[in-house]
T-cell receptor, first 118, second 117 residues
């Protein structure tokens, strides 16, 4: 079946603009994650959804960042009033299971959206 | 808080040779998972291999194997018979097995592997 898809693949925004990044997880996957990957760095966790519930948003760097998953499938990461330090690749990942059970549900990653703020 | 450290920013290997990528981590948990991910230029993160901390036996997936030293908190990746397609950025990652409000992965900073023909 189809993997995780993200759109757009590339986004250029002028400083101060709002952007919305979309993630389509694998159908039926309960968990959805957003990560931010700065140039030359490893991905860093932003937020986690189990179905439509946002259970962890501890990694969101500021209140300009907002994520939602209203119907438990597609998710949108919104960044308001973009700043140059927001330039990064934003990765979305989904996994089959939710929390609990201790199982290592594999996270399947999308290709990411490269955001450049000028 | 858990941390993952990859001290080799870049590595190079000849085609058909063997290379080992290093990773150390820090955690106070006793039960967790460790992963190696491959990220080619296309940016798609691909799981290479997984190790459960409660298992003493080192994981193996075809040409990829790990050396898991729990007491030393070390988790290295060995790639045998290196192929041109192995060239990519490799990330070591950690995840708690239980507890917390998330199953988030904690990544190292990566090792860029070049494969020379």
């Amino acid at each position: 079946g189809a993997g995780v898809s993200q759109s757009p693949r590339y986004k250029v925004a002028k400083r101060g603009q709002d952007v919305a990044l979309r993630c389509d997880p694998i159908s039926g996957h309960v968990s959805l994650f957003w990560y931010q990957q700065a140039l030359g760095q490893g991905p860093e966790f932003l937020t986690y959804f189990q179905n439509e519930a946002q259970l962890d948003k501890s990694g969101l760097p500021s209140d300009r960042f907002f994520a939602e998953r209203p119907e438990g499938s597609v998710s949108t990461l919104k960044i308001q009033r973009t700043q140059q330090e927001d330039s990064a690749v934003y990765l979305c990942a989904s996994s089959l299971g939710g929390l609990g059970g201790g199982l290592a549900y594999e996270q399947y990653f999308g290709p990411g959206t490269r955001l450049t703020v000028t | 808080a858990q941390t993952v450290t990859q001290s080799q920013p870049e590595m190079s290997v000849q085609e058909a040779e063997t290379v080992t990528l290093s990773c150390t981590y820090d955690t106070s948990e006793s039960d967790y998972y460790l992963f190696w991910y491959k990220q080619p230029p296309s940016r798609q993160m691909i799981l290479v291999i997984r190790q459960e901390a409660y298992k003493q036996q080192n994981a193996t997936e075809n040409r990829f194997s790990v050396n898991f030293q729990k007491a030393a908190k070390s988790f290295s990746l060995k790639i045998s018979d290196s192929q041109l397609g192995d060239a990519a950025m490799y990330f070591c990652a950690y995840r708690n097995r239980y507890g917390g409000a998330t199953n988030k992965l904690i990544f190292g900073t990566g090792t860029l592997l070049a494969v020379q023909p």
